[in-house]
């Protein structure tokens, strides 16, 4: 037993390693501070460890099965009879029953039926400890899909503390998040594999996923329902950060909008506001009010370094194919 969990532990700092380095080699439309934060190998959440942890027990089982079934097929080749043109035919063994043959087959199905009963003792166990998350003392947000980007809803008692953004999360450490899924047009999938497994988000019906985030950090998540033309680019950033820091952003998030102060804030503005961008966005506190917001309430995209990120994101979809905004 012992030896198996160090054999995981290892197999786990291999898998780790070689996941790392065909991640670097990714072609990401990911800024570098974000570029290794989508990886189901670096769980930062108690949710994602119980998947990490389902997942290496299944390759584990997987490959030793594996292993006993290429040895047992070599064996197999090495011990049958050897023969050549001159040897004379030899049937009689097809009229004969193998007890040998007999007896391995059966130890096969009984340890596949063993380790398969394994591992759904495991993925039920699994099941039951995702779904046992206390949530009192919580966070919930309404996160509703749209093609090709996430709105955000936070709702607050009373609810004029309520307030919307887009494109980012941010969540307190070590707290439950309750997230209702909703979409607003086709089904899309709610994926940050730091955190948690996918769920769909399907037109017409609201799906919950609860996380925790058990690390400080920014972590991207990815729609994992191909969508539309612009599937691949409906990022999501989560940011989870210290209780304060949290509070501070959402009444900040709660305040009006405030006005550009700096010189490449007023620039910024200025572009925004001249050009064909206000068409199809909306900045609150600009008159840039149409479908599509820009990731932020207000018009400096956020303090994190994430809202920059969806500012830039969502200037290359346009740049890319400003017809699918029309
Ligand atoms: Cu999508």
Redesign the pocket.
Known sequence: MRGLIVGGLVMRGILSAAFAAGLATLPLHASPQTANLQNAMQPAGVQAEKILDLGYLTFIICTLVFIAILAAFFYAIKRAPRADESTAAEVSFLRETEPGSKRAVLLAVAISTLLLLVLLVADVFTGRALSQMPLSDGIHIELT?H??WWEARYTADPPSRMFTTANELHIPVGKPVVISLKSSD?I??FWVPNLHGKKDMIPGRTATITLRADKPGVYRGQ?A?F??YQ?AK?ALLVIAEPQEQYDAWAEQQRRPAAAPTTASAIAGQKLFLGTTCVSCHTVRGTSAQAIMPYGARHFRAGDTGAGPYALRQQADNCSRDPAQFA
């Open positions: 899909s093609r090709w086709v899309h999938s729609c329902e969508c539309g599937h409906m």
